[in-house]
């Protein structure tokens, strides 16, 4: 098997390398300022090396071999070559809480806008080169990123944007994940408003008592939807007053393609796409330890059915828990959940975890039980 690059993405990563070696091979380096390195560059020999958007001093071309391979700096609105995921605080860059106005000259409003004039579907092929080298770029940092944990500890929650903040739906949501992410699971949504973002408000006040998650949520209420004049202050206020414990981490993976929604701050990583498509298949593949759906409209549908595909066919190796968290909702209201069950058992689909719910604790001992080396889990549909 070929031997991996080492990936170089700091400065001070690319000072150790080069205090320890004066020929540089198989080490892949992105978005780095070799002019600030600190060391002769000149006298250094690079072997089969990549170099994305890094600066680069004219002397250094000198010190490459042919199987070095360049890709340059683009001046674009948005970073060609990222280097780590988003935050609140890139993906934000130039806003201030309190003032409104300034959302419209903030780094994600700026990309989505030049993303809409440029079309969706562009035919510019530099436009379309440089998102397809953003999305990768945003790819590896992810796969760096939930390579980190345990990929059953990995759950993801599928839901509407519309769900307001005042909704016993969202209070429900957070709690949920407040309780695993304080329990050692990474939670995972689509990074957008409503019941996206109670996903990442409940993981920002894990480790926190029940009156502090309480005075998040009365916080965030007074702004309901994200149409509402101060959804992201009200959010930014709850940063503020309740400050990130590093122990406790949330992944938003939100897209462009849906840009008019604004991505939630409270996810600590925040990988955001331009295809749409490579944002689906993230969402759906990364969270191996079970993904619970709520109630929601054509997205949350489209997700159920990727899901079950993918676990009929134990394409990621097992098939994982899909959790129905609203059984009125998934049994009437859109009956999704009695199709997927009767499918299952004539066997149509295979390899279905099934279970519905209204229950937080149901949920959460469900997703307990998966992780656990000898779990009940009977590969039948089921109903607490």
Known sequence: MREKYTEIEELYDLRQVLSHNETIRHCAFQSVNFEKCGFPIENYRFEDCLFMGCIIPP????AMDEA??????????FKVFPNKLYNAQSLYLHYKPGYHETFYTCYDTIVYDRYMAQGKESSDIKETLCRVLHDHSIANALDQFISEYDEKDIVAVMGGHAVNRTDPHYRQIAEISKRLTEAGKLMVSGGGPGAMEAVHLGAWMAGRSDAEFEDALAMVAPAPTFRDKG???????VMEKFPHDPQYHSLGIPTWFYGHEPATPFATEIAKFFDNSVRENYIISIPKGGIIYTPGSAGTFQEIFQDAAQNHYETLGYASPMIFLG???????????PLLADLHERGKYKNLLLSIT????????YLMDFHRPYHQWSGQ????
Not at 59 to 62: A, H, L, V
Not at 358 to 365: A, F, P
């Open 231 to 237: 959804w992201l202050t009200h959010a930014w206020e």
């Open 59 to 62: 002397r250094m071309y000198y």
């Open 327 to 337: 059984r009125k909702y998934y049994t009437e209201e859109t009956p999704i959940y």
């Open 358 to 365: 209204d229950d937080t604790d149901d949920v959460i001992r």
């Open 381 to 384: 549909s089921s109903e607490y």
């Open 68 to 77: 070095c391979i360049v890709f340059p700096r683009v001046k674009m609105p």
